[in-house]
């Protein structure tokens, strides 16, 4: 039987339920919207089980951008395809970004990108124009160097499907009332440190980076699509933002060799950002291959 005091209970149950649920997802700058509308495929991986695209729920990431030799950034890449961006006639970027990822599809891990950033094909490759250009676009492209890891899935989820360059290190952050810190270290042997100061966020929306791979000898990218709940980036800061690399370790020392001058471009200080890893573009034969052996566990 139809009762009305019952179902106008039930009714404002359910309501105060979403409200609460509303003004948690408010409290926390949560957005299930940002991963709506994304089909996603279970994955199994040599160190476990996954999903593609992969979700980054919680996040909290800093990164220093700091100039280099053009001429040095050309070595390092491994195809002259791939062309640095430059901030200055000569002057390229290297971008060094430490990441603590607290919740994904493929569990809890640390993580540092060593990265040269790239001319835009979509933008005229001038010097300073292409840079500005992806700044106000919110579009970067990067070339992705290093990308340390602390956990085996997340190794292989990356090296197998994409083939990112990384390793197992160890990545440790500190905090204090002015900065955060990341010192990257492999075997006991510190390959660098970044500081980077805490500065007054707000909400900065959606930013996507294209990661550019090298896989099979051939170009490969995939996108990183972030949004900043809480973020701020501030230009040519001071002795605040600062960065060592450690000469004693093959890694700390090349970039060592490349960089110039001892004052960042920028910082980003991102304490709370969710994003979304999807598929690698170009799928050779051998990489369909390998999905679907891992999809059908065959």
Request: charged residues 20%; positive net charge; glycine residues 6%.
């Given at each position: 039987?139809?009762?009305?005091?019952?179902?106008?209970?039930?009714?404002?149950?359910?309501?105060?339920?979403?409200?609460?649920?509303?003004?948690?997802?408010?409290?926390?700058g949560m957005s299930e919207d940002f991963f709506s509308g994304i089909e996603q495929v279970e994955m199994k991986f040599n160190g476990g089980?996954?999903?593609?695209?992969?979700?980054?729920?919680?996040?909290?990431?800093?990164?220093?951008?700091?100039?280099?030799?053009?001429?040095?950034?050309?070595?390092?890449?491994?195809?002259?395809?791939?062309?640095?961006?430059?901030?200055?006639?000569?002057?390229?970027?290297?971008?060094?970004?430490?990441?603590?990822?607290?919740?994904?599809?493929?569990?809890?891990?640390?993580?540092?990108?060593?990265?040269?950033?790239?001319?835009?094909?979509?933008?005229?490759?001038?010097?300073?124009?292409?840079?500005?250009?992806?700044?106000?676009?919110?579009?970067?492209?990067?070339?992705?160097?290093?990308?340390?890891?602390?956990?085996?899935?997340?190794?292989?989820?990356?090296?197998?499907?994409?083939?990112?360059?990384?390793?197992?290190?160890?990545?440790?952050?500190?905090?204090?009332?002015?900065?955060?810190?990341?010192?990257?270290?492999?075997?006991?042997?510190?390959?660098?440190?970044?500081?980077?100061?805490?500065?007054?966020?707000?909400?900065?929306?959606?930013?996507?980076?294209?990661?550019?791979?090298?896989?099979?000898?051939?170009?490969?990218?995939?996108?990183?699509?972030?949004?900043?709940?809480?973020?701020?980036?501030?230009?040519?800061?001071?002795?605040?933002?600062?960065?060592?690399?450690?000469?004693?370790?093959?890694?700390?020392?090349?970039?060592?060799?490349?960089?110039?001058?001892?004052?960042?471009?920028?910082?980003?200080?991102?304490?709370?950002?969710?994003?979304?890893?999807?598929?690698?573009?170009?799928?050779?034969?051998?990489?369909?291959?390998?999905?679907?052996?891992?999809?059908?566990?065959?």
């Open positions: 039987m139809f009762h009305p005091g019952r179902a106008k209970k039930l009714c404002y149950n359910n309501f105060s339920k979403n409200v609460a649920f509303a003004v948690f997802c408010g409290v926390m089980v996954g999903k593609l695209p992969i979700f980054y729920r919680g996040v909290r990431s800093f990164s220093l951008m700091v100039p280099a030799s053009y001429f040095a950034l050309k070595r390092l890449l491994p195809d002259p395809r791939f062309i640095p961006a430059q901030a200055a006639p000569g002057v390229g970027i290297i971008t060094l970004s430490a990441f603590e990822y607290s919740e994904t599809d493929i569990g809890p891990y640390n993580e540092f990108s060593v990265g040269i950033v790239l001319n835009n094909p979509y933008f005229l490759p001038l010097p300073a124009y292409n840079l500005t250009k992806q700044y106000l676009t919110r579009f970067y492209c990067v070339y992705v160097y290093r990308l340390p890891v602390t956990t085996e899935i997340a190794l292989r989820a990356g090296v197998d499907f994409y083939n990112f360059p990384k390793f197992i290190a160890d990545i440790e952050f500190s905090d204090t009332e002015e900065s955060v810190s990341c010192r990257l270290s492999q075997d006991d042997t510190e390959i660098l440190t970044i500081k980077v100061p805490r500065i007054p966020t707000r909400t900065l929306g959606e930013m996507k980076f294209i990661a550019h791979l090298y896989h099979n000898r051939q170009p490969q990218m995939a996108e990183f699509k972030i949004n900043v709940v809480d973020g701020a980036i501030k230009w040519l800061p001071g002795p605040e933002a600062s960065w060592s690399f450690n000469n004693a370790h093959p890694y700390g020392k090349e970039l060592n060799q490349a960089v110039l001058g001892t004052r960042a471009v920028s910082c980003l200080y991102m304490p709370r950002i969710q994003g979304i890893l999807y598929g690698p573009e170009h799928l050779s034969i051998p990489l369909i291959d390998r999905a679907m052996r891992t999809v059908t566990g065959k």
